[in-house]
């Protein structure tokens, strides 16, 4: 890549003294089994967010990643990074690393030292990242020179670019993510680029990116698969798609058969022969991608894609993949149903493979948007849980925020409403309300991960023809057993009993209890109960009857709620000195109100000297008076009314020097 990539060297010397005093050695993490590792072999879970081709000031940097870290996050996933993006920094040069002038093969200088601070005061917050070497590239006309010699085919390439650059973008979208795997000047300037961006010290923490520990994963592509593509009928200027049918012919000539239409194979066997070569595209890729990666002296774990493309996709991760993950958008109102979103993404997650959820959040379109954003506070409670019960590694929330311009100079957004935003999630202080409290939950085990797993096993073969065959899958378990066990898919020789297992046979009863039996889901009642030793949560409707399992919560009111309750100093809720609150409700015209009446019981007794104090923590301003509460006569307490959110209750002495 040109000069661009090295133009940070000669960084401010302000710059190189900053950095000098941000750069504790991160621990390095591994992924082992199921799970990322530190040095100790410990386990540990990420809690974060997607920035969203982000550029933010220095400034508005350090404050955002302090402000992240104060809500638990400990895992960024920057994302669009190559996307031209104006549209969301109307200010930049493009909007992206590049500077897109001519050719996408230079770094814009500005947005890399803002891209670099950014990282640098997220690394000085633990912060780690989830890295792509793609981030929606876009190529130009003058990219055709990485590939010198043939005029004429140069002229054809950057013909076919200009087609391509005036398709909608709904019909072109796929076709970008695609040409690298069939495109060799793509996928040169892809290589390109990785090294030039691994190799690149970041001025601020003075590491190449490449032997960064705060690298933690990479994805050479997100939300691609070209079997899924081709089943969905795209197909390429005439330029490339001569190229993609050519490899085609080859391959099914030398595999035995006729080529045929390669959009519809016209037998079994053409089928499965089909679905071996579009992975093999996808796979000798990725092997490429992952090559260039280790040469920079990268060994952060690398994985193709993200999103569940079916299970001969499924499978080549099984073989490839360092990691796992899928992104969804799903109904908040968890306890609703048997199928929730927690069964389409048990799909993705295999055997022996750290698992992530690289967004996620409440179903798009605003007619979900409509229906679901008064219930969307169950989301982080369901997420704690079960991601918790399913041992996933990472939950990322998309998204924390689009550009820079709807970043306030102090790290939060400028405005912060009571309305949904999953693109600008910074914005949306209901679900900012319980990130704290459920983000402890998942980080920090609260809840026990399953103690009865079970695996599915798929066999051969597992090659598909159409859209519905390849998103169902092969084999199904019955809705609702993710609730209660967790679920891991393998690939081999299926098990005999299989079959006729309960959960391939039968759907659980409701209430659905975790195996553990800290979770309850009851889809009658329409409650998401968490009763764990150092955790409590409640989030649906209530109703005259105690909510189940719940031995210290207690919510009153008809209407929906969202309550949350974390022991902050390691002890059982009984025992505890500190804990965090979070609360939400909904009124009965879906309007929010205050919210709900709270009630804790069981808590430790006060002694002599000693008092509980409630310090309000959210909405950040006005934060409220700190108020000293006083146990009834059976020893709970009442927590008290007002537009509160989260707050810190701490048993302390009464005196005046706290």
């Not at 005029?151 to 391509?164: F, G, H, M, S, Y």
């Not at 799909?347 to 409509?370: M, T």
């Not at 023809?465 to 967790?486: A, E, I």
């Amino acid at each position: 890549m040109k000069s661009g990539l090295s133009l940070c060297c000669a960084i401010l010397a302000a710059g190189s003294l900053w950095a000098e005093q941000s750069q504790a050695d991160l621990p390095v993490l591994k992924p082992s089994g199921e799970n990322f590792v530190d040095p100790a072999g410990k386990p540990v879970r990420f809690w974060g967010v997607n920035l969203v081709a982000l550029y933010p000031e220095h400034a508005a940097a350090d404050a955002l990643a302090a402000n992240l870290a104060s809500l638990g996050v400990n895992l960024v996933r920057p994302h669009h990074n190559l996307r031209p993006s104006l549209d969301w920094n109307p200010g930049m040069l493009s909007g992206s690393l590049l500077k897109y002038q001519g050719n996408s093969r230079e770094f814009d200088p500005s947005a890399l030292d803002r891209f670099d601070y950014l990282n640098a005061a997220l690394r000085k917050q633990n912060i780690y990242l989830a890295l792509s070497v793609n981030w929606t590239r876009r190529y130009r006309a003058d990219d055709a020179a990485i590939l010198p010699g043939d005029e004429a085919d140069a002229a054809a390439w950057k013909a076919a670019l200009a087609e391509l650059d005036g398709w909608n973008w709904k019909k072109a979208f796929d076709i970008y993510k695609m040409l690298p795997v069939i495109d060799e000047r793509a996928a040169l300037l892809n290589e390109e680029f990785i090294r030039a961006f691994l190799k690149h010290v970041n001025p601020y923490t003075g590491r190449e990116y490449a032997t960064d520990p705060q690298v933690l994963t990479f994805e050479v592509m997100n939300e691609a698969s070209t079997e899924y593509a081709i089943i969905c009928g795209n197909r390429f200027p005439a330029y490339w798609q001569a190229r993609l049918e050519a490899k085609w012919a080859a391959f099914a000539q030398q595999a035995g058969i006729e080529p045929g239409d390669l959009y519809k194979p016209a037998s079994p066997q053409a089928k499965e022969v089909r679905a071996r070569f579009l992975r093999k595209l996808d796979e000798d890729y990725e092997r490429r991608i992952t090559k260039v990666i280790r040469e920079t002296g990268c060994q952060a774990p690398v994985a193709f894609s993200n999103l569940w493309r079916g299970d001969n996709y499924a499978q080549m991760n099984a073989g490839r993949a360092g990691f796992v993950e899928d992104h969804m958008y799903m109904d908040p109102m968890v306890a609703g149903t048997l199928d929730d979103g927690f069964y389409r993404l048990s799909r993705s997650a295999l055997v022996d493979k750290p698992f992530f959820v690289g967004e996620f959040n409440q179903a798009e379109g605003a007619e979900n948007i409509a229906k679901q954003s008064p219930v969307r506070s169950m989301l982080p409670v369901a997420a704690a849980a079960y991601a918790a019960l399913q041992n996933w590694t990472g939950i990322v929330w998309f998204a924390w925020i689009h550009g820079d311009q709807l970043l306030g100079a102090d790290g939060w957004a400028k405005t912060e409403g009571r309305q949904s935003e999953l693109g600008n999630m910074a914005g949306d202080g209901m679900m900012i309300d319980h990130l704290r409290t459920t983000g402890m939950i998942f980080r920090r085990g609260l809840v026990a991960k399953s103690v009865e797993p079970f695996t599915l096993w798929v066999d051969n073969p597992v090659a598909v023809g159409d859209y519905n065959g390849l998103m169902r899958g092969k084999y199904n378990y019955k809705p609702g057993w993710q609730s209660v066990h967790g679920v891991r898919k393998a690939f081999g020789s299926m098990p005999a009993g299989q079959p006729t297992a309960p959960w391939m046979t039968q759907s659980p009863a409701s209430p659905v209890v975790s195996d553990t039996k800290e979770i309850v889901k009851d889809i009658a009642r329409r409650q998401l109960t968490i009763a764990a030793p150092q955790a409590e949560a409640f989030s649906g409707y209530g109703d005259d009857q105690p909510a189940a399992a719940l031995k210290h919560l207690a919510v009153t009111g008809r209407t929906f709620a969202t309550a949350v309750v974390v022991a902050d100093d390691g002890k059982a809720l009984g025992e505890s000195a500190k804990l965090v609150v979070s609360r939400t409700g909904i009124a009965a015209d879906n309007s929010e109100s205050p919210g709900p009446a709270l009630r804790l019981a069981g808590l430790r007794k006060p002694a002599d000297g000693e008092g509980w104090f409630l310090t309000p923590t959210r909405p950040r301003s006005p934060q409220g008076a700190e108020q000293r509460l006083d146990p009834a006569s059976d020893g709970s307490l009442t927590l008290p009314a007002g537009a509160w959110h989260e707050g810190e209750l701490t048993l302390r002495s009464t005196g005046t020097d706290h």
